[in-house]
């Protein structure tokens, strides 16, 4: 803390506070709030009932719960995978290269997910690149929209990880896969798994892109939210976002305790 | 290939390397590296014989850093050969070449324990899981870490993780060792003690030829069986590292090593047959250890500051007279500046007369004929 004294520290939580309850809490806890709710006309909720989760678990609930998390994973995966190949053979390109491709990278964050969408929809409606209605063109809208974060968290891992360990450990005998694998990858793993995370909770909130592409049958929970509230089914889509984000915290969280032990921290 | 000879299932302990220990000699055959356009190291040739220890030692920005990246394959020769013993390395990348490397920060690897650190190398290179536990054992002891082989670097003082580092580099039984700046890191009082440690494992491995890149001139001085002493990407002095100190053959040198006095003089008489010159400073004769010069000849003559002496006695036969301008007391040595006719000279004393002079005074300095050696003005490089 770069405030010392204990008024300025004070007034300084109470503005800490201020914004993070109101642009963070506020909107969730209004949601939790609707996904409770019986009836809602006034400032608060009449009557809390567990009825909309009883709904949305009757419906196709678990399916987007299940199409989400495959999604989300192999996605991230895919383009943790991607991403940090890149990452890894542009450091070994000229500074200009770099700089290109690396904002080449970033385009698809930059453009509307519903045009990445719109734009996947129509770049594979041909055969023999056909891939609409399936799966994979899902994952492959996400793998798109995702990696550049995979990307750049990986090249700021890179960037800050010293040369020196890479090249002792070349004079020791270790040929490039090997250092690789043994050396490069676990000084990075922090890196990894932040973009990971990253790329895995942008993948569960996805909406744009998805909308455009999705195949019958497979509903991701972020469709699921917007078709529940488009058709007026505001309580429903509360319940399923509290879903939405309990699969991801649960998830996230998992993902932290296992790393944490494989790398003894 | 691996560049490690592995003799099989046999513990290989320090005497054997000994024994196996011929070395290698380290060859620049006129090496040159360019970042772009810019130039850091001029066509350098420079011979590390086996087992020899070279200092190389010079200026920030001077290349010493370069010429050793250059011999670990971590930079490529704009132009010119490198050889290793009898292979030249200047095309095989870093794996290939047989050395081990010791780096100002350790870079130990966070993620492994100290022996799996110290067994990295061989296990890199496929070597037998029995031979590897016997070597990182050995390298351990070596540098008095056997006790810590379970630690994480992190759990270790710098002086430990410098240890481990050079039991890292050991443990392959590199052919060259490489030491860029190795202590520079850690603080003075364990700077020494590392010093006389590498110079003990050099005893007890004297088949190992080191490169050792430094700034400290102190650490040159201690370890080194020869200094090469680097300006503006060129040697501009290499020689054994008592000759270097004695007898420096340019201003360079013998200002970076050791901070030597230089008096400018015009030569009376050339050296005779016991190697002394008389030379003139102001209008003072002296007498030094002369090289070739010739009566008439500017030059300039060396002293080291220790050498001089504000008591005469019978060695100390010359004399010259300066006004002295500071004085430093530093516990067992004080450090006088005095102007000689215009030239600042440094006199470091252990014993003082009783009776010290003021700034300002007119002081007489003594000094021997055998501790001072003329140089020629112009070969300040
Ligand atoms: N990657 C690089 N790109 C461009 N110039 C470089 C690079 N590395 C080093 N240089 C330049 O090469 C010259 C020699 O550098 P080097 O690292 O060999 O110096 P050094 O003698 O080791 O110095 P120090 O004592 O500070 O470590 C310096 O002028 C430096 O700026
Ligand atoms: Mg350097």
Known sequence: MLVWSRPGRIVLWMLFALIFGVLFLAPLAVILLSSLADQWNGVLPRGLTTAHYADVARGAAWNSVKASLITGFAASALALVSGTWAALSLRLQGPALKRLLGLLFFIPSAVPSVSVGLGLLVAFSHPPLLLNGTIAIVMISHFVLISAFTFGNVSAGLARLSPDFEQVASSLGARPAYRLWH????????????????????SMGELGATVMVYPPGWVTLPVSIFSLTDRGDIFAGAALTMILVAATLILLLGLERVTKRATGA | MSAVTFTGNSVMDIDAAKVRGAGSNVYFDKVSVAYGTHVVLHPLTLDIA??????????????KTTALRAVAGFVRPASGRIRIGATDVTDLPPYERGLGMVVQNYALFPHM?????????LRAQGADKPLIGERVKDALATVGMATFARRYPRELSGGQQQRVAIARALAVRPRVLLLDEPLSALDAQIRRNMVEEI??????????????????????????????????????????????????????????????????????????????????????????AGRDERAGDKSLL??????????????????????????????????LVLDVGGTPVRVSATKLPTALPEPGAR???FFAPTDTSLLPEDAGV
Request: glycine share 10%; with cysteine; hydrophobic share 40%.
């Open chain 2, 199 to 288: 110079a003990r494992l050099h005893r007890s491995l004297p088949g190992l030829t080191i490169l050792y890149v430094t700034h400290d001139q102190t650490e040159a001085l201690t370890l080194a069986d020869k200094i090469a002493i680097m300006r503006d990407g060129r040697v501009c002095s290499h020689g054994p590292t008592t000759e270097l100190y004695r007898r420096p053959p340019n201003r360079f040198t013998a200002e970076f090593l050791g901070r030597a006095n230089l008096l400018p003089v015009t030569v009376v008489e050339g050296a005779g047959p016991k190697g002394f010159a008389t030379a003139r400073h102001g209008d003072v004769v002296l007498t030094g």
């Open chain 1, 183 to 202: 050396v490069t990858l676990p000084l990075l793993a922090p890196y990894l798994v932040a973009a990971f995370g990253l790329s895995f909770a942008l």
């Open chain 2, 363 to 365: 002081v007489p300095l």
């Open chain 2, 113 to 121: 324990r100290v022996e799996d650190n110290v067994a990295f190398g």
């Open chain 2, 50 to 63: 086996p087992g020899e220890i070279l200092a190389m030692i010079g200026p920030s920005g001077s290349g």
């Open chain 2, 302 to 335: 060396c002293i080291r500051p220790q050498h001089l002496s504000l008591t005469a006695d019978s060695e100390h036969t010359n004399r010259i007279v300066g006004t002295l301008r500071e004085v430093h007391w530093q516990g067992e040595l004080t450090h």
